[in-house]
């Protein structure tokens, strides 16, 4: 059974730092690369980052590019989101979302979220 | 950017209604549109990809069509699950964007 479980979301300070994790079994790995995609309260679907099944290609949506850095460990199936310098507008659910490395690119499995409030 | 515009964003409608939601990228992006659904509260589930392929699993009554800049996403046959938010989202470039949601609300 494919599954994508995400952690470390918590109530944070702005102009702090986060770190987000999201574990992956049942699938192989490689074969996808990992997304992460929020979503403000109340708000549609934003994607954040994603990083290529090798780890060599990575992209940010302009609203993080030069906060938030994507990572991921191939033996421990893990993908990693770094957030700093946070700001009250990245207040959302992160879900972590694999999509197939060729046709058809979509997001077919995502995980449950884990939510990121910044607030003084 | 590639911007996705959704119509409407929201809609009544009772069970049994066929309801279509449309969406439109700023560019074209031949078939790769892909549709999700998301119940409240819950995660978001793939529907319909390149524009119109089933996801394994669900149930007939979705169905998608379009190419390049105009595409539409079909619910025949309304039923209680179905009530909920749809995006479609474009798989053409990065980055992957989404449309603003349409919000299928009971009658």
Known sequence: EVQLVESGGDFVQPGGSLTLSCAASGFTFLNYEMNWVRQAPGKGLEWVSYIDETGTAIAYADSVKGRFTISRDVAKKLVYLQMSDLRAEDTAIYYCARRYIRTPRNFDYWGQGTLVTVSS | DIQMTQSPSSLSASVGDRVTITCRASQNIDTYLNWYQQRPGKVPKLLIYTASSLQSGVPSRFSGGGSGT??????????????????????????????????????
């Open chain 2, 70 to 107: 105009h595409f539409s996403l079909t619910i025949s046959g309304l039923q209680p699950e179905d009530f909920a938010t749809y995006y479609c989202q474009q798989s053409y470039n990065t980055p992957p964007t989404f449309g603003g949601g349409t919000k299928v609300e009971i009658k």
